[in-house]
């Protein structure tokens, strides 16, 4: 075997290995958070990462008996799921237009989507507030799936727009051939295409709404309206703090959203890297 050959191989070899020493980094932080609070939820004293000694239920019990989660997460389960079907709808019909039609304006539709990526949050909280009082909606379901519907527009809608990016446009022409308008090769031809690259923004934005803390506890003070992330705020006292109870309300709202990404994870995959073909 020529030098060229030794020293290529040995440089291969020495990329795969620091490949998998990040990727073993990478899954160290990624994975410690929420191992740290499984194990402590069933501490008597929550903390370190030694196993528990004994095992205490008390606090899964607690928040099933005593503080209902159960109402908390189905409210979690109702905003969440009908603010990510409103805004996926619409986002997803804008996104068609930005990528395959030419209009004056175009542009600057696009970067009024990109420009509320870098609005925080907490900055725009006092004029929402202000709507849904104006609107009497304050303290209901509907304010905040009113919220949620335009908060993770932008993300939806650069992935969608991505993904309506690398289908044919000879696809949309033999339908408009055929006699289909905008509307019908919208929906028969170019929406059953784009499932993978909906879903993922729809996934996106669920998972964005459903861990969503700050609106949830603004516009919502009826503890039967509250979703889980508001639930949590509950657990802090004046003098204490239920720790346990804490933890155990935390793996059982992250819970849905693990096993979510795990069941959809080749559709979320097969969306990004075919969207990252065209911008």
């Given at each position: 075997m020529s030098k060229s050959k030794k020293t290529a191989r040995r440089h291969g070899a020495a990329g795969t290995i620091l490949c998998y020493l990040v990727m073993f980094i990478v899954l160290v932080v990624s994975l410690y958070p929420l191992i740290w609070v499984f194990i402590s939820s069933f501490k008597e004293v929550p903390g370190g990462l030694g196993l528990p000694h004994p095992w205490k239920f008390d606090g899964y019990i607690s928040i099933f008996t005593k503080l209902n989660i159960g109402?908390?997460?189905?409210?979690?389960?109702?905003?969440?799921?009908?603010?990510?079907?409103i805004s996926t709808v619409a986002v997803t019909m804008a996104a068609y237009v930005s990528a395959r039609m030419n209009f004056r304006g175009k542009g600057l539709v696009t970067l009024m989507f990109a420009s509320t990526l870098y609005v925080p949050s907490i900055s725009i909280s006092f004029p929402i507030y202000r709507m849904m009082s104006s609107f009497q909606l304050q303290d209901t379901r509907a304010a905040v799936i009113f919220v949620y519907s335009g908060l993770n527009i932008a993300i939806t809608y650069f992935v969608i727009r991505s993904y309506f990016l690398t289908i044919p446009r000879e696809m949309e022409e033999a339908a408009q051939i055929d006699g289909c308008g905008y509307s019908q090769t919208f929906w028969r031809i170019i929406f059953p295409l784009a499932k993978p690259g909906i879903a993922t923004?729809?996934?996106?934005?669920?998972?964005?709404?459903?861990?969503?803390?700050?609106?949830?506890?603004?516009l919502l003070t009826s503890k039967s309206k509250m979703t889980i992330p508001a639930l949590l705020g509950q657990f802090k006292g004046t003098y204490s703090m239920d720790r346990n109870g804490m933890f155990s309300a935390i793996v059982v709202s992250v819970l849905p959203t693990i096993l979510l990404f795990c069941a959809c994870s080749k559709v979320f995959i097969k969306s990004l890297t075919a969207g990252a073909v065209k911008g």
């Open positions: 109402a908390y997460f189905a409210n979690s389960l109702f905003i969440t799921t009908l603010s990510t079907a923004g729809a996934i996106l934005a669920f998972l964005n709404n459903w861990n969503e803390f700050y609106f949830a506890s603004l």
